[in-house]
């Protein structure tokens, strides 16, 4: 079960919104695992944080574990709310979520979308990483 709280004010604030997303940061020894981007609307062969939309009538929490489990093959046990970000112009509402343990082995299960999965050290971030990933692993 999924092991996170989310503030009833923040589930209000992104109905605001055109489009919600979700992000998942996962670290493993100092590392911080990317996905490059391919065959997408934005930022196709980028370096990404795991993200993906939630749909309509989906809690954060339940899209967070459909994303993880859809993309990566990984069943979430206890996530934390990290932050949240906003693009006004855009009409975008973005939860980050830190990923703290979760079960089975990170997988790239959807090849189509994204080329390679990476761990990465925090001081060797490639250049090539989308604007929002950016600034979240700056704030970690």
């Not at 979700?22 to 990317?34: F, I, P």
């Not at 994303?67 to 990290?82: M, N, V």
């Amino acid at each position: 079960m999924l092991a996170t709280i989310i503030p009833k004010v923040v589930k209000d604030m992104s109905k605001k919104y055109r489009i919600n997303l979700v992000s998942a940061v996962l670290l493993n020894d100092n590392c911080v695992l990317l996905c490059l981007r391919k065959n997408t609307k934005d930022f196709s062969g980028y370096w990404s944080l795991p993200i993906g939309h939630i749909e309509e009538g989906e809690q954060v929490e339940q899209a967070l574990a459909r994303e993880l489990k859809e993309e990566l093959g990984i069943r979430i046990i206890l996530a934390e709310k990290i932050t949240q970000k906003f693009d006004q112009g855009q009409s975008i509402f973005h939860q980050v979520f830190k990923v703290t343990d979760y079960e089975g082995e990170v997988t790239n299960l959807e090849p189509d979308f994204c080329e390679k999965l990476a761990w990465v050290k925090f001081d060797e971030l490639p250049d090539s990483i989308t604007p929002i990933s950016k600034e979240i692993l700056a704030e970690l």
